[in-house]
């Protein structure tokens, strides 16, 4: 099983809500990553777990905050979001953080619109 | 990582070959250039890697320059389906993938 998924396929939430988005693999991957894709741009790099601890935080806005509860999960909880943070939220893991060779493998990702 | 320059958009027929070149002219001797393509709607998936000799596997092969200041990834015939965005990545210790501009690909049937 190589398929990283993620819930939920769609959010749409308020300026004062909050609301968490879900990650899961099942490879063993010990690596596990957040990334922001806004329209027609690149992914960008958010977080990086490794062996469930935070590794790095791209100097992320607290208003997002993960959370790698094991080893095959991984969650980032959403409070007080702008509606400039409406975004394409993608999931990935690796076998390992370190190795040049590693390929990471992406979920579908979370379609996020913030009103 | 090294920083890419790849060309922002490439058009192709069906079934002819498409050659997706990447410029990484600040390579380091150690880093790997990793390919991932995108498809409408979709993550980011793993295309191929090397080092410093040519790959192939089942999606595509990759060319690395001699120099190693650039790479060109090889779609030896375009379906439909990979009508996509080509990242090519520089990637250095720590696993951390840096995406640039990417090319977006466009097959013509």
């Known amino acids: 099983d190589t398929e990283v998924t993620q819930t939920p396929k769609h959010l749409v939430m308020g300026m004062t809500n909050k609301k968490s988005l879900k990650c899961e693999q099942h490879?063993?991957?010990?690596?596990m990553y957040w990334y922001k894709q806004k329209a027609k741009k690149p992914p960008e790099l958010m977080f990086v777990y490794s062996y469930e601890k935070l590794s790095i935080n791209e100097s992320v806005p607290s208003r997002f905050s993960p959370e790698c509860p094991n080893s095959s999960l991984l969650n980032l909880h959403l409070h007080a979001l702008q509606p400039e943070d409406s975004a394409l939220y993608l999931c990935a893991s690796s076998q390992t953080l370190a190795a040049r060779t590693d390929t990471q493998y992406f979920g579908p990702g979370t379609r996020l619109t913030v009103l | 990582d090294a920083k890419t320059t790849q060309p922002n958009s490439m058009e192709s027929n069906e079934e002819e070959p498409v050659h997706l070149p990447c410029n990484h002219s600040t390579i380091s001797g150690t880093d790997y250039i990793h390919w991932y393509r995108q498809l409408p709607s979709q993550g980011p998936e793993y295309v191929i890697h090397?080092?410093?000799s040519n790959v192939n596997n089942r999606m595509a092969s990759l060319a690395i320059a001699e120099d190693r200041k650039s790479s060109t990834l090889i779609l030896h015939r375009a379906t439909l389906r990979d009508a996509a965005v080509y990242y090519c990545?520089?990637?250095?210790?720590?696993?951390?993938?840096?995406f640039g501009g990417g090319t977006r690909v466009l097959v013509k049937p």
């Open positions: 490879m063993g991957h010990r690596a």
């Open positions: 990545i520089s990637k250095a210790a720590g696993n951390k993938l840096t």
């Open positions: 090397g080092l410093t």
